[in-house]
T-cell receptor, first 114, second 112 residues
Framework: SAVISQKPSRDICQRGTSLTIQCQVD?????MFWYRQQPGQSLTLIAT?????????ESGFVIDKFPISRPNLTFSTLTVSNMSPEDSSIYLC???????????FGQGTRLTVV | KQEVTQIPAALSVPEGENLVLNCSFT??????LQWFRQDPGKGLTSLLL?????REQTSGRLNASLDKSSGRSTLYIAASQPGDSATYLC???????????FGIGTKLQVIP
């Protein structure tokens, strides 16, 4: 298994600003993912964070809006840029461990944009 | 593209009742299926994981079944308690290692 620490747990931000969310795992993992859950909606995959290279984004998500870093096998960041109220969501980090098809999730970051 | 549907969207039951939550998915080529619990404004708690080769998994009062050929899974909760009140999410891993597609969830309320 994997223990995931996600920071901050919640934040209230002004529109037009940016917020960086951190995801730290207690062990080296093969895959790291970022999801968004808008109010009343299910989780949607934003991107796969690739170690040492550019993230792979899903349809509808772009790097300029959601830049992602993954400098090593245990850490990743997601930045929500130039925020608007529509970005108010829960953002979750997920990881996968080699040899295990189970997905593990952090506790999420609840973002409110005012 | 995998699509996951959960029925019902919401459910309200009296304490002690047994209940069944349903999940269906469109692409049967899956690695596994997970059931999660989500409390309001919180992250996800993994309840049960069923590998594609398995038919069911049990944990305490919870039992999840998987019929991959028909694209269905059920989560059975026995002797429901008020503490079971939460949203239950079905998630299917397919089309990419450890990437999951979620249903919109079933919001459960257990009334004391």
């Amino acid at each position: 298994s994997a223990v995931i620490s996600q920071k901050p747990s919640r934040d209230i931000c002004q529109r037009g600003t940016s917020l960086t969310i951190q995801c730290q795992v207690d062990s080296q993992v093969t895959m790291m993912f970022w999801y968004r859950q808008q109010p009343g909606q299910s989780l949607t995959l934003i991107a796969t964070a690739n170690q040492g290279s550019e993230a792979t984004y899903e349809s509808g998500f772009v790097i300029d809006k959601f830049p992602i870093s993954r400098p090593n096998l245990t850490f990743s960041t997601l930045t929500v840029s130039n925020m608007s109220p529509e970005d108010s969501s829960i953002y979750l980090c997920s990881v996968g461990v080699r040899g295990n098809t189970e997905a593990f999730f952090g506790q999420g970051t609840r973002l409110t944009v005012v | 593209k995998q699509e996951v549907t959960q029925i019902p969207a919401a459910l309200s039951v009296p304490e002690g009742e047994n209940l069944v939550l349903n999940c269906s998915f469109t692409d049967s080529a899956i690695y596994n299926l997970q059931w999660f619990r989500q409390d309001p404004g919180k992250g996800l708690t993994s309840l049960l994981l069923i590998q594609s080769s398995q038919r069911e998994q049990t944990s305490g009062r919870l039992n999840a079944s998987l019929d991959k050929s028909s694209g269905r899974s059920t989560l059975y909760i026995a002797a429901s308690q008020p503490g079971d009140s939460a949203t239950y999410l079905c998630a299917v891993c397919s089309g990419g290692y450890q990437k999951v597609t979620f249903g919109i969830g079933t919001k459960l309320q257990v009334i004391p």
